[in-house]
């Protein structure tokens, strides 16, 4: 059984963790601003953390869709 404890997580590897939270929240201040600065004002972080926060995020969904059979076309997660 898979040991989902975040401690235990590659933190280099996306395949060896789950997004968090505050990535989600961070993509969706991002994904209704369209711009990371004021993102980063909405969410109350700098805008550093939010776009790390973001690369990680996207890291991790290309490695999902990567292991998929037929792999998602179309835009990036974040055109920004």
Do not use: C, W
């Amino acid at each position: 059984m898979p040991n989902y404890h975040r401690d235990d997580a590659d933190e280099t590897s996306a395949r060896g963790r789950f997004m968090e939270m505050h990535e989600i929240r961070y993509f969706l201040a991002a994904s209704e601003t369209l711009n990371f600065h004021r993102a980063a004002d909405l969410v109350h972080v700098g805008q550093p953390a939010l776009t790390r926060a973001i690369q990680k995020l996207e890291a991790e969904l290309a490695a999902i869709f990567s292991t998929a059979k037929k792999p998602a076309s179309g835009s990036p997660i974040l055109a920004v």
